[in-house]
């Protein structure tokens, strides 16, 4: 069986026009979109990424803080950065980068992002709002799995989706968008008994867990499709999925790679999730 490439290049070219064109409509009515970055750490993959969404910020128009609490800031300290951007009218949108420094959790924190600025769907508040089907901004990487799968026209009614992952950022608020949309979802994790049998029963495998390799070819039914979100670092210092490719191309139908696969459109929805929030805020 030959697998087809999900790739995520046409969903975020897509998005990143209508993106840039929503910016300048809000920059010539005298106000451009900023999002505030909150950073607390020193980790190099994090510096990274933080420098990719700025550079994606610039080219939609979108004006970029980078906010360095330094490594050493503590729980009342984040707290404090947090709750003053969300009352800062000429803030729109505010995302607090992972990691945080030893003995902060992102839910001690997250709770001071108000949720119409919380563009990347952390706060308890705008996870529970998610839960409840009510309009808000969800986590872009889960957000990113459906538009994906949409994008490649993939059906999800009526389809029985296997989420391997069960946390805050992706599997979880995953499973309420894929619910949603009409999907049978069965959340699986680190403790699920026999994970071949449930992702194996599945139409669509979302491997979400965090492990390189994870899953492999006895993990999937033939003509089953397949969504890696895995972002780890492989022996060579490359970035690898949660998803064994070798294993699985041949017996999946479709599988998105690692990387240019969801990442892409990843990014592409936390900068239209800022011009949203900056919309909303001129509405206001």
């Not at 003995?103 to 709002?129: F, M, N, T």
Request: with cysteine; proline share 5%; net charge negative.
């Amino acid at each position: 069986m030959e697998t087809a490439s999900l790739t995520g290049k046409e969903a975020a070219a897509a998005l990143n026009a209508e993106t840039t064109e929503r910016a300048a409509a809000l920059a010539a009515r005298g106000r451009a979109p900023r999002l505030a970055l909150v950073v607390a750490n020193a980790d190099p993959a994090s510096a990274w990424y933080v420098n990719s969404l700025r550079k994606s910020a610039a080219n939609r128009g979108i004006e970029c803080d980078t906010v360095d609490l330094g490594v050493d800031a503590d729980i009342t300290t984040l707290r404090a950065e947090l709750a003053a951007r969300t009352a800062d009218p000429a803030v729109d949108a505010i995302m607090l980068q992972t990691p945080l420094p030893a003995g902060v959790k992102l839910e001690d924190v997250a709770a001071a992002i108000g949720a119409e600025k919380d563009v990347d769907g952390v706060a308890p508040l705008s996870l529970g709002l998610l839960a409840a089907n009510t309009p808000v901004f969800a986590p872009a990487t889960a957000e990113a799995v459906v538009v994906l799968l949409k994008q490649h026209g993939i059906e999800l009614t009526g389809k029985h989706v296997a989420v391997v992952g069960r946390s805050n950022v992706v599997g979880k608020p995953l499973a309420q968008l894929l619910l949603a949309e009409n999907a049978t979802v069965t959340v699986a994790h680190s403790r699920t008994a026999d994970l071949a049998a449930v992702t194996a029963a599945a139409d669509i495998v979302v491997a979400a867990a965090g492990r390189a390799g994870l899953i492999r070819a006895e993990h999937v039914r033939a003509g089953a499709v397949v969504i890696d979100v895995g972002t780890n670092e492989g022996p060579d210092g490359s970035i690898v999925g949660d998803v064994d490719a070798d294993s699985v191309r041949g017996r999946a139908a479709a599988l998105s790679p690692v990387p240019g696969g969801v990442g892409p459109v990843t990014t592409a929805l936390l900068m239209r999730h800022v011009v949203e929030a900056a919309e909303r805020a001129a509405e206001a």
